[in-house]
């Protein structure tokens, strides 16, 4: 699919955009543009690839229209990775959240129109599904900006993921964890009962290629993916640092943050579908032509919503799953 094509990839100096790279270049492509704001960062990322002739790294803001036309021109896929993400920033800035998240993803779907672009692949994350934060309203929009390009009559196709915690990226709580227990000897837990989906880089890479590969156009692909409660976690980390007298300081719940994510929420499991063993596609409630009567044939989800707080991994289980990693 992506042999001798050409592929831009948004905000693709992060850890989803390294890994995404990493996995395009065994497809053969054309070219792979990457698109981001930081220059230190790209300039790393370069080396990193032994200055494979097949990057492209691009300069650019997505706020900037004209920046992503440019961009864009002759390309066929778009992956949209560019996002304000950390929750506290969106709380305290969401103007520029609302710039980034929200026009941004406006922007980038007029661009790929623009330019005839095949199809989006939009990465959203779970706190998108029920938002109670700023970060979660704007992504939601993004989302419904992105289904409804669908509506056009245009060839462009779009699609979203969501997403959960994926283990390592930058800002993870893993390595939050690992710092405050070699520095600290103690770790911050926002509340007891915390639980979080959680999913390798690979599987989240293996997410986006799936909604690639398989979507119409206007799907939300959800990957079925583990669960674990915050402290369970903790615990883990700190009986693998060998250190002892580590204990866990309770800070409180900060604003907008829940106690248990969701990847659907009721209101969107009446449109969900069991896709296969491993996916989940949450079908959008306007209408987009040939959409539903794809998917005519596939089950409904009988899942009030899908909760992080359901099927918690035990301790040996998120065990495992950081050594599969080599966090431990």
Excluded at 79 to 85: E, P, S, V
Excluded at 183 to 212: H, P, Q, S, Y
């Amino acid at each position: 699919m992506f042999n001798n094509q050409t592929i831009l990839v948004t905000g693709g100096t992060g850890s989803w955009g390294h890994e995404l790279v990493r996995q395009l270049l065994k497809y053969d492509p054309k070219e792979i543009r990457i698109f981001s704001r930081n220059e230190s960062v790209q300039f790393s990322m370069k080396q990193e690839f032994d200055n494979d002739p097949k990057l492209h790294f691009l300069i650019g803001d997505i706020k900037e229209k004209d920046t992503l036309i440019e961009a864009c021109t002759g390309v066929d896929y778009v992956f949209h990775l560019a996002a304000l993400k950390h929750v506290p920033v969106c709380e305290d800035q969401p103007i520029e959240a609302l710039k980034t998240n929200v026009i941004g993803t406006q922007n980038v779907v007029d661009a790929a129109i623009q330019c005839k672009v095949r199809r989006v692949v939009y990465i959203s994350t779970d706190k998108a599904s029920s938002p109670s934060n700023f970060y979660g309203l704007t992504k939601t929009m993004g989302e419904r900006l992105i289904i409804h390009a669908n509506t056009l009559d245009i060839d462009t196709r779009f699609v979203c993921v969501r997403g959960g915690n994926v283990l390592g990226t930058n800002g993870s709580v893993i390595h939050v964890f690992k710092k405050q227990i070699e520095e600290k000897g103690k770790v911050g837990i926002t509340d007891i009962n915390m639980t979080r989906f959680f999913l390798t880089i690979e599987d989240a890479i293996k997410l986006v290629f799936k909604a690639t590969f398989e979507s119409i156009g206007g799907e939300i692909f959800v990957m079925k993916m583990p669960t674990c409660k915050i402290t369970d976690l903790a615990s883990v980390l700190i009986e693998a640092s060998g250190k002892e007298n580590v204990g866990m300081e309770i800070l409180g719940v900060r604003p907008g943050e829940k106690i248990h994510e969701l990847l659907f929420s009721e209101y969107e499991s009446i449109n969900t579908i069991s896709y296969n063993d491993e996916y989940y596609v949450i079908l959008p409630s306007i209408h987009i032509n040939g959409l539903k009567e794809h998917y005519a044939q596939y089950q409904p989800v009988n899942l009030l919503n899908y909760n992080s707080s359901k099927g918690l991994m035990s301790k040996d289980e998120i065990k495992e799953m950081l050594q599969k990693g080599g966090f431990i």
